[in-house]
């Protein structure tokens, strides 16, 4: 699929923008702080209803203004959908397809892009947080259902948490207990069901990510991924131990462990008050030629892996998307790399249906890449619009 159109209001730097897209790669260049990335995000966004820089929608409405509206029209073959996204401050967010009310969550539904940015070097140096949302994410593009079965899982994990703290602070916890008991087949069966879906998901990126790295880096490097499962181990966030279960097994296996976890688990949840077992607490190991990436691997090799996961993500969406090829974008990445990787990364990318790619520095984009440009400034699209 691609943009064919993107009109702004009020979305963060643009006070209004309307701009034609091509399918192919399409270039945005212009000064650091123009709009680039902003535009870019407001593409995204359309698929998600979320952006990759912040949580807060708050910060994508201009400053000033009391709401935005995003809206994409997009094209797949011979279907045109427009989606169209209005921000508020003071009232929730409202999306709509094709002029009907849709809800936010649907969204990944109608439109799907990967978008591949300077911060997501994050997802092989950061927390182990940020790789569960780059998972989900994708569990979501993949399967539009489980953002239900997410925020019902998250829902539950607050709920727990709640009762595992007045359970603590009756010291009468008996009634509380049961009552736990009866959130705990909530949250296995939800928490499994998650935990399928990752497994799942990383089983089919493993071999795109070997193939992304190797094409990318431009080195055979032995790239390992694999869940890190708290219904097995203990999962401190700085503990760094790989342990490489390559297969999950099976979803009825999982749910017993998770179980049983949670019984050995319970004296501590009750002590902390909160939910130590379950897909809230696990982590997405990444190794480099048998060491975790987090924590042993150089800058460049970070960011080559980082990269490859994108990459390997919509590669993924790719192969099984209804509706085409998700938009990749690539924001501010041809200037982190040298020329050999630039070439090699314009050949990886060079078949998707539509590449948007922003940089500040034209020249830094390999030409075959470079042949559609929009020039951005001061929040507003200069020239190619159309
Ligand atoms: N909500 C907002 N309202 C107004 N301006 C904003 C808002 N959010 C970001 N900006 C401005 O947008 C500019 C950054 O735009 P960005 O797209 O990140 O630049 P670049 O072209 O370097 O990618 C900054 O000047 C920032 O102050
Ligand atoms: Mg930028």
């Known amino acids: ?184 087949e909530r949250l296995v069966s939800l928490g499994t069901e998650l935990i399928m879906a990752r497994a799942n998901l990383v089983d089919a990126l493993r071999p795109h990510v070997a193939r992304a790295y190797s094409a990318v880096a431009g080195d055979d490097h032995v790239t390992r991924m694999a869940l890190r499962l708290s219904v097995d181990a203990d999962l401190d966030d700085d503990n760094m131990t790989p342990a490489l279960p390559e297969q999950v097994d099976a979803a009825d296996l999982i749910a017993e462990r998770f179980r049983r976890r949670l019984t050995e688990r319970r004296r501590a949840e009750l002590d902390r008050a909160v939910t130590l077992v379950g897909p809230h607490r696990d982590d997405l190991v990444l190794e480099l030629n048998g060491l975790p990436a987090r924590g042993y691997a150089s800058h460049g090799e970070s960011w080559s892996y980082a990269l490859a996961l994108k990459l390997a993500s919509a590669e993924v969406l790719r192969a099984e998307s209804v509706a085409g090829d998700p938009v990749l974008i690539l924001d501010d990445v041809f200037a982190e790399l040298d020329e050999g990787r630039r070439e090699r990364l314009a050949d990886a990318v060079g078949g998707f249906e539509q590449v948007l790619i922003t940089a500040a520095v034209g020249a830094d984009v390999p030409e075959r890449l470079a042949a559609t440009r929009i020039t951005i400034s001061a929040g507003t699209v200069v020239e190619g619009a159309t």
């Open 1 to 184: 699929m691609h943009v064919t159109h993107l009109s702004l209001v009020d979305f963060r730097n643009y006070a209004r923008a309307d701009v034609g897209l091509q399918p192919g790669a399409v270039l945005f260049v212009g000064r650091n702080g123009q709009g680039k990335t902003n535009l870019v995000e407001a593409i995204a966004y359309a698929g998600s209803a979320a952006s990759h820089r912040v949580s807060n929608d708050q910060t994508l409405i201009r400053f000033g203004a009391e709401s935005s509206v995003v809206r994409a029209r997009v094209q797949h073959d011979d279907r045109v959908i427009v989606i169209e996204i209005e921000l508020n401050r003071a009232s929730p967010n409202r999306a709509q397809v094709n002029r009907s009310p849709v809800r936010l969550r649907e969204l990944p539904r109608y439109f799907a892009s990967v978008i591949f940015a300077p911060e997501d070097l994050s997802l092989v140096r950061g927390d182990p947080g940020v790789r569960r949302a780059f998972l989900d994410t994708l569990v979501v593009q993949r399967a539009p259902r489980f953002a239900g079965v997410i925020s019902d899982y998250e829902r539950v994990v607050r709920q727990r948490n709640s009762l595992l703290k007045s359970a603590r602070a009756s010291r009468l916890p008996s009634e509380s207990l049961t009552t736990l008991d009866v959130w705990d």
